[in-house]
């Protein structure tokens, strides 16, 4: 390591005295928010902002006065000092050398590389161009001030007047006021993040998953027990504290919390110290049924911020569901208006799919497709199993064939049970996220069973993205196993 004479310093020590400063200058988590009311993020305030005369060697985060190096201007960009970025977005940061690394902890994810001197950087694995790169002045990292704010979901104004620059960063929205998930048959509906697609249903339909897209922290379950007995709130909480894994720790428990129903709250964290699950179980009664609304969170370690998505989707929970609006997606019933009965007699299939949907002869299985293909395509493909192939030999031999040596990337693949018996769900994407193919492979006796579902989201719109197309025909549809078995054919009869 090589050393300066006199009264330059020393890149190495310019870097320690960066991250001394910074750890000193964070404060280590937000401050816990309220359970007995919402916070103004929630309400669709501003979550944070920074005040930042131009030259001045002090900035306002918050309300709150911080020391900083102040910002320029070079080559038409503005370059400003890392930690009020940091403090104002709440960031996480990783310093080696001359490599940086940003990321946050809501429910919707982001992560930032970027290099000291170069003229790129790296957002959420895409590589972005810059045409001012990040530099050292002074013992502080100085930023692209517009390029990294936005990336992070923030706002850069600038108040000629005062000559102020202000950045902004307001709460992500958690619920799409188009989009409501749920259940006629147990009576329940609620608002959705835009981004949630179903990943599961127990058998009974009792119990239905959701999820985001990969790299989202964010999911949730409805869990419902009907023809339960009324009884106090905090008897339903204590019954639910009795049955939790013995790796969840408590962090928190109310007996009562009113969102706008009386609801039961308790919170857990893994206890594996490498661990940052949290989960929220909020239980209510309603209609002589109990229902648990259960979310779970991956790195979302800011109190604040699972609190403000919890009662969010807490105030749009119904036991009740309207079949009549269309925004709600049933996974359960449909509505005989809009979908169309169609067999055959060979598989002794019965199916209901969209009106428009026709069988297409040119095929010897089940093949079904809409009206413009694009649209939707569905199948139903029967397999003769060859000496020892089990399920998951099946399961890898469809991804390799159907995805693999098309380039899809793997979006979900887990394993559920159709018609009692054990299955795996796989769906994948191509072109980005323009076309996606959705799968379900099972095993009866000596033959595969492939039904696959193939949509364009520019056609189908945000049935082909999450998979609800799929979910809604698989629930209905009814098939004679001993009759389609006979129509079971080799691999490469397909």
Request: hydrophobic letters at 35%; proline letters at 3%.
């Amino acid at each position: 390591m090589k050393w300066m004479r006199g009264n330059r310093t020393s890149t190495a020590q310019k870097m320690i005295s960066v991250i001394l400063c910074l750890c000193l200058m964070f404060p280590a988590a937000l401050s816990a928010a309220s359970l007995t009311e919402v916070s103004s993020a929630a309400k669709g305030e501003l979550r944070s902002e920074a005040v930042i005369p131009l030259g001045s060697t002090t900035a306002t985060v918050n309300g709150k006065k911080m020391t900083i190096q102040p910002i320029y201007e070079k080559n038409g960009t503005t370059l400003g000092p890392l930690n009020v970025i940091i403090r104002t977005l709440n960031l996480q940061f990783k310093l080696e050398g001359s490599n940086l690394t940003l990321w946050n902890k809501t429910y919707k994810p982001h992560n930032v590389w970027i290099g000291i001197g170069q003229t790129a950087m790296t957002l959420d694995g895409q590589s972005k161009k810059l045409s001012t790169p990040a530099e050292m002045k002074n013992g502080s990292v100085m930023v692209p001030f517009r390029a990294i704010t936005e990336a992070f979901g923030g706002k850069i104004t600038y108040n000629a007047k005062t000559k102020e620059v202000r950045m902004t960063v307001a709460a992500e929205p958690v619920i799409d006021k188009k989009l409501r998930v749920g259940d006629s048959t147990f009576g329940w509906s609620i608002g959705a993040p835009s981004f949630m697609r179903m990943i599961d249903q127990s058998e009974t339909g009792d119990s239905i998953s959701f999820s985001g897209k990969s790299g989202n922290n964010f999911g949730f379950n409805v869990q419902v027990t009907k023809g339960t007995k009324s009884s106090e709130i905090a008897t339903v909480r204590e019954d639910k504290l009795k049955v939790l894994h013995p790796s969840e720790a408590v962090i928190r428990d109310v007996y009562t919390f009113s969102l706008p129903m009386e609801y039961a709250f308790i919170e857990t964290k893994q206890n594996q110290d490498f661990s940052n699950l949290y989960t929220q179980y909020w239980g209510m009664q309603a209609n002589g049924n109990t229902y648990w609304v259960v979310l779970s969170f991956s790195d979302v370690t800011y109190e604040e911020e699972r609190d403000r998505i919890a009662q969010a989707l807490l105030k749009s929970f119904k036991p009740t569901i309207d079949i009549k609006d269309v925004h709600q997606l049933d996974y359960a019933r449909k509505s005989k208006d809009q979908y169309t009965t169609l067999k055959n007699e060979k598989y002794g299939l019965n199916i209901q799919l969209p009106k428009g949907w026709k069988q297409n002869p040119d095929f010897s299985n089940p093949h079904f497709d809409a009206a413009d293909l694009y649209t939707g395509t569905f199948s139903l493909k029967v397999v003769q199993l060859e000496n020892g192939q089990e399920l998951k030999d099946i399961v890898d031999k469809v991804q390799f064939e159907y995805f693999n040596l098309n380039g899809a990337n793997l979006e979900e693949r887990f394993y559920t049970t159709f018609q009692g018996n054990t299955a795996v769900k796989m769906r994948e994407r191509y072109n980005g996220n323009e076309h996606w193919v959705t799968l379900l492979v099972s095993v009866v006796d000596d033959c595969a069973f492939i039904w696959s579902l193939s949509q364009d989201t520019k056609y189908a719109g945000q049935q082909a993205s999450t998979g609800y197309q799929f979910d809604i025909i698989m629930n209905d549809l009814q098939i004679d196993l001993v009759k389609a078995k006979t129509q079971k054919k080799p691999w490469a009869a397909y």
